[in-house]
RNA sequence: GUGGCCAUGGUGAAACGGUUAUCACAGCGGGUUGUGGUCCCGCUAUUACGGGUUCGAUUCCCGUUGGCCACCCCA
């Protein structure tokens, strides 16, 4: 070991791992506490389970994709692993605590999830889920299904958005269409074929399809069913008129319509969202209906916001039958998307609203004048940059700091206080109860 | 995980075999005392790392590391 420090050490974080400078953090931290305010506006309960998991937990029900990607390691004895994901973690939670919880358990969690993949533009090794979900006991009635557009309706207006769609299928239509048609063996590899259906166009399905073997009828019926289109209303009636005989898909159909008369009443506009037959989802845990949102002057960012239904949330971990429903946006994606693209207004490097500037000797004054404004709820702090003019206010214009307070001996005396107001390049001489009047 | 492209000050770029590697922005100092942002002057700072070819490498070749993009997968 040696005792030089080296000073050459890469001082960039690792790849996918998302560092922000000040200004754009402060953008970061505002639509964080939007999508906050809006899941504790419907009553959601905030949860905060640990990053580390035992590696077991985490991979009870793992695909290969997700043990692939998995951060995994061991601490002595211990085989850790850190969460995918913070919906497992939930099911963990709901397992350990459920005779604590109230149920249907309606909580929400913000926080880092990790993913060992290769990192991309807007997709990250580390970034952050904030997710709602519902678990019934037994049961979880469709209605539920319906209020989590509702939540990402009123998100997406709060963030500012008005053009966005929240698509919404229902898993149990593809399982039935899919046995209706004699292709159910082949169904994980249709639904991914489906899934590229946007990316790479009918064709290319039509082709890819009929690589595995699928019939030229089946595939027809297959494009009869992912082409139909228009209204919410119209798509579940061209379903009904397809005349497939299955049970499975007869549920989905019913659901799904039962699902969107439900979202009408919430309120949600119609222009905000749509039945989408294509959409799947890649995760096979869902069970009912799914929902996947874009936004519509941005298609190329893809889904920011996806989840469903799940039969049962926890059949690893307990006896007790636990469905749920919910979804998961995708924060530190949509954020870096929406910045490259300059949708995000950023302001100030700082919190701060007013800057007192000592230019006397008695700093216990500025300190009481400190205290008594952030009290007053204004967020302040007081300069200790020394030297020249130029430099003490550089320090303010460079942060953005709203306003300057002034505190010299010759306000001391008057007791008032100058206030400059650092947009407008005013300033002006107050009292204290003035200038808290002004700040406030 | 598979494949392609790229690596020049803090940031974005120029030079593409040839004397002290250029420019802009940012940063620091100055343009005299209790008033910043614009303007003017000055300063600091760069060829990712290791090897090879060559009289000579930022430039060409190989390796390493890192970044970007596509696929896969997904938020």
């Known amino acids: ?107 929400y969690a913000m926080g880092k999830v990790y993913r060992g993949e290769r990192a991309q533009a807007g997709r990250f090794r580390e970034f952050y889920q904030c997710d709602i979900d519902v678990i019934g006991d037994g049961e979880l009635d469709l209605r539920f299904d319906a209020e989590i557009p509702s939540v990402i309706h009123m998100i997406f207006r709060q963030l500012g958005f008005e053009r966005f769609t929240i698509r919404i299928n229902n898993r149990k239509i593809f399982g039935g269409l899919f046995r209706g048609l004699g292709i159910e063996r082949q169904s994980v590899g249709i639904m991914q074929a489906v899934d590229r259906l946007e990316k790479v166009g009918p064709e290319a399905v039509r082709k890819e399809l009929a690589e595995m073997g699928l019939p030229e009828p089946a595939i027809g019926r ?138 006397t000797e008695d700093m216990g004054h500025c300190f009481r004048l400190a205290t008594r404004l952030r009290e007053a709820g204004i967020a302040t702090e007081v300069s200790f940059v020394s030297g020249k003019m130029k430099k003490r206010l550089g320090y303010a214009d460079r942060l953005g700091i709203p306003f300057v307070v002034f505190v010299g001996d010759d306000e001391i005396r008057k007791g008032t206080y100058t206030l400059k107001d650092f947009r407008e390049g005013d300033q002006e001489e107050l009292t204290e109860a003035e200038l808290i009047r002004k700040l406030v």
């Open 1 to 107: 070991m040696s005792d030089e420090p080296d000073k050459n050490l890469t001082t960039s974080p690792l790849s996918g791992f998302m560092e922000l400078l000040p200004a754009e953090q402060l953008a970061f931290n505002r639509i964080y506490d939007t999508i906050r305010r809006s899941y504790e506006a419907f009553g959601f309960i905030p949860i905060d389970t640990p990053v580390l998991e035992r590696a077991e937990v985490l991979l009870a029900k793992a695909g290969g994709e997700t043990e692939k990607q998995i951060y995994r390691f061991r601490k002595g004895d211990t085989d850790l692993a850190m969460r995918f994901d913070l919906t497992v973690p939930l099911a963990r939670y709901v397992a350990e605590h459920c005779g604590q919880l109230v149920l249907p358990f309606r909580r």
């Open 222 to 359: 297959l494009f009869d069913f992912v082409g139909l289109g228009g209204t919410c209303d119209e798509i579940i009636a061209g379903l009904r008129k397809m005349g497939i005989d299955d049970g499975g898909l007869a549920e989905g159909i019913s659901e799904l319509e039962t699902v969107v008369g439900a979202i009408r009443q919430f309120g949600v506009p119609d222009a905000n969202f749509a039945v989408d037959l294509t959409i799947a989802r890649g995760l096979d845990y869902y069970t009912g209906t799914v929902y996947e949102t874009r936004l519509d002057d941005y298609p190329e960012i893809g889904s920011v916001c996806s989840g469903g239904r799940y039969d049962d949330l926890a059949s690893h971990y307990t006896d007790r039958k636990l469905p749920g429903v919910g979804i998961s946006i995708g924060l530190t994606r949509l954020f870096d998307q929406l910045y490259r693209r300059g949708v995000l207004k950023t302001g100030g490097s700082t919190t701060t609203k007013a800057l007192i500037l000592p230019m």
